[in-house]
């Protein structure tokens, strides 16, 4: 295996280094330097264009000008549809130099999931109205799946969708619904035919979130944090031409979603620079620290960030030859959220008592308390998306032919 760029490779990463270097507003480069403006960045910078501050409202629709200008707010798009149709090793490349220089991903949760999915499943109606208002950041998104009685086993759940004429009359719950208080728009599963078999009659649904009957409720993290909620629907009226793919066949739309949200490849460049971070802070000695007594945990860590590096450039070398990743991607989801608790607790045990500051403004916390709290905040990673459970008996059947039990 070849790990340098090929020449059209290195002009590329050249020219996506250039862009980043000549487009990123100056906000960012003042966050870089000097922590979040906001001590709750949870939802991503695409919802600071409706919900962020002035000066991040401002920066927000700039850096989407900048990337929409090339067609990277949605690289990997056809061209029709507002992308730039980027290759999987060029995407690769593109997140890496983000990545390298902390800049806002490109994409998105809610892009990179709905918008591919839209693209596979959706009609072109469908295409034509959504996707260029959700490349604008004009329609933010948030996803229900979950509920209280259907977590990892997603497809128990009850969350009904009865038709009446031309609509759905939606009744139930979703939970863990992440940035459902600033998101305009849901994309859902429902129960549309109770008799059918579990992963059978289910519908994936699109609904706006102002629709009369829709509720929020915030659930705070262990970080004290507002990142996700509980939502309530009580006759929800949803148009039928807001189905996405065939009706009671939509247990196959939500998997499409959920392989392209598990095959995310900027997680292993976010934890390499946060451990970099760490070496430069605790060589500087401004602060005591336990990095000596540490040193072999570090060396670990960062070993295992290579490892992780290679499965996610393993997923994008596949993509790029025409495959699709299945228990490759669960491997690398498994890999790297489980690695990112390591990585953070790691960062907090370096600093003893420091790693119980809390706030990134407060002026003693070691790197503006990152690691702190990261350390709470990738608790629920290793359950988000699939948890690890779930990921290891699809590397056993479908990877290693496993029976199952």
Not at 110 to 120: A, D, R, S, Y
Not at 132 to 149: D, V
Request: charged share 20%; aromatic share 8%.
């Amino acid at each position: 295996m070849d790990w340098n760029d090929t020449p059209e490779q290195a002009a590329f990463r050249a020219d996506a280094r250039a862009f980043i270097e000549a487009s990123l507003p100056k906000y960012y480069h003042d966050q870089i330097v000097n922590g979040p403006e906001d001590d709750n960045p949870e939802a991503g910078w695409q919802f600071d264009m409706m919900h962020g501050t002035d000066s991040a409202k401002a920066a927000a629709h700039q850096w989407m000008e900048a990337l929409n200008s090339r067609g990277w707010a949605a690289p990997s798009f056809p061209s029709e549809y507002g992308g730039a149709g980027l290759s999987t090793i060029e995407q690769f490349i593109l997140k890496q130099e983000l990545a390298r220089v902390e800049a806002p991903e490109v994409g998105g949760a809610h892009l990179m999931q709905i918008g591919p999915t839209l693209l596979v499943h959706g009609t072109e109606e469908q295409k034509k109205r959504f996707l260029p208002p959700t490349l604008k950041g004009e329609y933010l998104w948030a996803q229900g799946f979950s509920e209280p009685g259907a977590g990892s086993d997603l497809a128990s759940l009850q969350c009904r969708a009865v038709r009446e004429g031309d609509e759905y009359v939606v009744n139930g719950q979703k939970l863990w619904t992440s940035a459902g208080h600033m998101a305009n728009w849901i994309f859902m599963l429902t129960r549309t035919d109770p008799d059918a078999p579990k992963h059978r009659g289910i519908t994936f649904l699109m609904a706006d979130m102002t629709t009369p009957g829709i509720s929020v409720r915030p659930i705070i993290s262990m970080g004290w944090h507002h990142a996700t909620n509980e939502t309530f629907y009580e006759d929800v009226r949803i148009p039928v031409d807001q189905v996405v793919g065939e009706v009671n066949r939509g247990w196959y739309v939500g998997m499409t979603l959920l392989d392209f949200e598990r095959s995310g490849i900027a997680g292993a460049m976010q934890q390499q620079r946060a451990l970099n971070a760490l070496i430069e802070d605790v060589k500087g000695g401004q602060r005591p620290n336990r990095a000596h007594q540490l040193r072999h945990e570090i060396a670990d860590r960062f070993i295992e960030v290579d490892i992780n590096s290679n499965l996610s450039l393993r997923i994008a070398s596949m993509q790029s030859r025409g495959e699709i990743p299945n228990y490759e991607a669960s491997m690398g989801k498994a890999y790297s959220s489980e690695l990112s608790q390591r990585v953070s607790r790691t960062g907090t045990k370096v600093y003893g008592l420091y790693g119980n500051l809390w706030s990134s403004k407060e002026p003693l916390a070691p790197l503006r308390a990152t690691h702190t709290q990261t350390y709470v905040s990738s608790v629920v990673i290793t359950i988000a998306g699939g948890s690890s459970e779930i990921q290891r008996n699809i590397i056993a059947t479908r990877g290693l032919g496993l029976p199952r039990g």
